[in-house]
């Protein structure tokens, strides 16, 4: 996995105590950075029931160091820096927003006291979003966001207001969504989760807290009877030892799961360029793929002076038994797409160099195609790469979540550039 460039390492030791919770304790570290300890406790019900539980702290830091490692994998901004033990983990620090933002997919729990009449089970298309104020005392309430853009709170010298909570309401479904495909890859179900923001130094909101396996519902199979969440523990009529090792099966279980969410790439990009000359614009595919995380292979193929050799290349290929995704890339007149197309079954997407010179001809020769013939056709590089990513993202839920991050951090860019001018 790519170290950033936040990941430099320092002197990992805690300094004085900042503020301690249920389940952890956060200490100074740096002028940007805390150290964040986990503690070997579990609790619900807004504390009304609490144990130590030996392990915990451990399973819960693996937890949440590997979710938060998939999330920057796929270009989601957190807090998380690095993990420095079995208990501890760095993270910038932030004044937390005080808001729990919960997504769910499948109605259970407490929406089904909250809204009589609705069936557990119902799935919510998209899914259902609710925060809730974080108030022990009043037993965390649910706030509308109008309520929240209201309360014009203050956290790290930046105001909540309208455009805040769209960042935060538009990032939390993104990372149930992209955490919902990981599990879904392990033949397991997110039913609902909850997450927590804060504002860093630069005051960036960004993903913060932890998400373990008190964040959320897990279900495997979609059956609700193998729960492996923090439920077990609300359920417990009478709280044993046995009970308790049960309860840390479940949550060891979702860590030894979490080694799994990000397997080696199935599906591949390749690029068949008609002459080497091509090589730069191909070269240009290959890295947008790269960005997203699609293993990309270049050849040179010429569908006009050796068909034969074309043909069997594309036989390799299709031969591997995984998805695959062809890009033609040829000026002139195009026979290489249609080749390709023609004796695929594969996708083909035509992404021709074009030149000044003679470009509305060599684009016409990719866009006008004999009779069954399917090959798309797209003008840069980065088309390219985000078309073949698209088709990939369908069995492959790693560039899936890439591209839905791409989009998020795009429509993240515009509205802080329409709040500056707007406010400029």
Not at 184 to 205: H, Y
Not at 389 to 396: E, K, W
Request: aromatic fraction near 8%.
């Amino acid at each position: 996995m790519t170290t950033s460039p936040k990941r430099l390492k320092m002197a990992d030791q805690p300094g004085k105590q900042l503020n301690e919770g249920k389940t952890k304790i956060i200490y100074e570290h740096s002028e940007t950075t805390v150290y964040v300890l986990s503690k070997d406790r579990i609790s619900a019900n807004n504390a009304q029931r609490v144990n130590d539980l030996e392990g915990k702290a451990a399973i819960s830091t693996a937890t949440t160091c590997k979710v938060f490692e998939f999330l920057e994998l796929i270009g989601m901004k957190t807090a998380f820096v690095r993990r420095v033990n079995d208990t501890a983990f760095i993270a910038e620090k932030c004044e937390m927003i005080p808001i729990e933002w919960v997504t769910r997919r499948i109605a259970t729990g407490s929406f089904l006291k909250r809204h009589v009449g609705v069936e557990e089970g119902y799935r919510f298309c998209p899914p259902k979003q609710e925060i809730f104020f974080k108030d022990d005392a009043a037993g965390d309430p649910q706030w509308s966001e109008e309520q929240l853009i209201a309360n014009k709170m203050n956290c790290g010298g930046v105001t909540i207001g309208r455009h805040e909570v769209d960042i935060m309401s538009r990032a939390t479904v993104l990372i149930f969504e992209v955490l919902e495909k990981a599990w879904a890859s392990l033949d397991c179900s997110l039913i609902d989760m909850k997450v927590e923001f804060g504002v860093n130094t630069k005051g960036e909101i960004i993903l913060a807290d932890v998400i373990d396996s008190d964040s959320w519902r897990l279900w495997p199979s979609g059956d609700k009877r193998l729960m492996k969440d923090k439920q077990v523990y609300r359920n417990l009529k009478e709280v044993t030892d046995e009970a308790l090792q049960q309860v840390k099966r479940n949550f060891q279980w979702v860590a030894d799961k979490l080694d799994l969410i990000i397997p080696k790439p199935t599906g591949m990009a390749v690029v068949f360029m008609g002459s080497p000359s091509d090589s730069p614009h191909c070269e240009k595919i290959k890295e947008e793929c790269s960005k997203l995380g699609v293993p990309c292979e270049l050849r040179v193929s010429s569908a006009h002076k050796g068909t034969t050799e074309t043909l069997n290349i594309l036989a390799h290929y299709e031969g591997l038994g995984v998805p695959v995704v062809f890009i033609a890339v040829a000026g002139r007149s195009n026979g290489l797409g249609p080749v390709l197309s023609g004796n695929a079954t594969y996708p083909v997407i035509n992404c021709p160099p074009v030149k000044a010179d003679w470009g509305s001809q060599d684009i016409w020769s990719s866009l006008r195609l004999p009779s069954g013939l399917g090959c798309a056709t797209v003008m840069s590089p980065e088309a390219a790469a985000l078309n073949a990513a698209q088709i990939l993202g369908m069995y492959d839920h790693v560039i899936w979540s890439r591209l839905r991050a791409k989009q998020f951090n795009t429509l993240r860019g515009l509205k802080e550039a329409d709040k500056k001018l707007y406010l400029s």
